[in-house]
């Protein structure tokens, strides 16, 4: 067996640095980045309000206050709110097996559009109560993490099995919630999570699968199965 030289270990060195950490290392400037956009969408939170100012109402946006289209999914509306959504969807993006950070920041990104779409499309009780937090995107990222397991262990792989009923639950979850208008256990909840509008789940988890599907055209849903 031969030792590495000193020459190897630098070699090494200078193509992580070159190429980026091995892959499956923790993606902590992306976990960063997103913590601290939590953090700062919620700093009225320490004064015992939420940021408003940064929700999504329809009014205030057509009234030319656009930024509120990029801000809305950072907002939540109390502590309890803030640390349910936001650790949901941390951990989420941390699971994602995708390597490709552009596909990753697309996992995030079209969730998120289509949370908001789907709501102001069918959902009336948007321009009267707005809409904040990440729930809509976390359906998404719940539909892209069963799709995965799914795509990446073979049938009849126990891993398989677990993707796809982790994927129709959630589909059939967010069926539901949007043909009654209703969040299920939603009265389960020990603090304040304002408002739920259902259709941003289905939204935000049909966008999750038709990103999915897109970026990963070329390869196939399924692999590795035989």
Sequence with gaps: MNNPTMSDTKALVCNEEKHGPPKGSPRKGEMMLWASLLALANLSLLNGKASTNLAFFLPDVEGGQWWRVFTFPFVHVSWYNLILDGSAFLLLYHGIEEE?????????????????????????????????????????????????????????????????????????????????????FAGLHFGDVGLPIAESHLGGLLGGIVIFFFLNRKNGLIRNNY
């Design 100 to 184: 490709k950070r552009s596909k990753r920041l697309f996992y995030v990104l079209i969730p998120t559009v289509t949370s908001l779409l789907y709501p102001l499309l069918f959902s009336p009780l948007i321009e009267r109560s707005g809409l904040c937090g990440l729930s809509g995107c976390a359906h998404g990222l719940m539909a892209i993490t069963g799709l995965e397991l799914i795509r990446r262990y073979p049938k009849g792989d126990f891993l398989h099995k677990t993707g796809l009923i982790y994927f129709l639950t959630v589909f059939v979850k967010s069926i539901i919630e949007a043909t009654t208008g209703q969040v299920l």
